[in-house]
C-alpha cells in the first residue's frame, strides 16, 4: 500500500488543497526549537505551517502514528492517531486552529469565514480526498474527534522545550461542541 505522504506528493490537487486552505506543507519540516516528549517517545517532525507551526510522529512506526501540532508560540496538542485522521480533519475543517474552545458558534464562525473566502472549498476538498481515497467525515464530526483526542489523550504527548525543561501550554480548552 502506498504511503499517504507519497500520495500527497504525487497528487497535485490534493497537495495544493492541503497546502491552503490547509496549511499544511511536507517540504516545512523543521522545528525552530529543541523538543522532546515527556514521555521519552520518539518525535519525527514530517511537516509545518506557514506560521512556524510542526506536526510530529509520535513514537515508533509510520504513518499510523500519533500526530502532535506544536504552533510557534508554545502550544502543542495530540491532534490525532494517525495520519489519516490529521488529513481528514485538514480537509473537511482547514479552520481547526481557530476553534479553541470547540463551542458551535466558533466552528459555525470559522467555517462560514473560510467558505466565504473559498467559494469552490467544497468541491476541491472533494476531490482532494478522492484522489487520496480518503471518506470524509462531516466537520463537526471531525472536530468532536479532534477534541477527544486533544483534550483526552494529549496528557501523554507533552512536549518539552529541551533547553529550558518547561512544557508546551495545551492549544485547546476542553469544551464541547454544541
Given at each position: 500500500m502506498e504511503s499517504l505522504i507519497a500520495a500527497v506528493r504525487a497528487q497535485d490537487e490534493a497537495a495544493r488543497f492541503l497546502s491552503w486552505p490547509g496549511d499544511f506543507e511536507l517540504d516545512r519540516s523543521d522545528h525552530v526549537e529543541e523538543v522532546h516528549?515527556?514521555?521519552?517517545?520518539?518525535?519525527?517532525?514530517?511537516a509545518g505551517d506557514g506560521s512556524g507551526?510542526?506536526?510530529?510522529?509520535?513514537g515508533e512506526g509510520g504513518e499510523e502514528r500519533p500526530v502532535l501540532y506544536a504552533d510557534s508560540e508554545g502550544g502543542a496538542a495530540l491532534v490525532a492517531v494517525d495520519l489519516?485522521?490529521?488529513?481528514?480533519?485538514?480537509l473537511v475543517a482547514p479552520w481547526w486552529r481557530d476553534c479553541r474552545e470547540f463551542t458551535a458558534e466558533e466552528v459555525r464562525e470559522s467555517a462560514a469565514e473560510y467558505l466565504a473566502d473559498?467559494?469552490?472549498l467544497v468541491a476541491r476538498r472533494d476531490r482532494a480526498a478522492k484522489s487520496l481515497g480518503l471518506t470524509?467525515?462531516?466537520?463537526?464530526?471531525?472536530l468532536e474527534r479532534l477534541r477527544e483526542v486533544a483534550v483526552g489523550m494529549s496528557g501523554d504527548f507533552v512536549l518539552v522545550l529541551t533547553p529550558e525543561g518547561h512544557s508546551y501550554e495545551p492549544l485547546f480548552g476542553g469544551r464541547a461542541t454544541g
Open positions: 516528549l515527556a514521555s521519552g517517545a520518539a518525535l519525527e517532525v514530517f507551526g510542526t506536526y510530529f510522529f509520535c489519516p485522521e490529521l488529513l481528514r480533519l485538514l473559498i467559494p469552490d470524509l467525515p462531516s466537520a463537526a464530526d471531525a
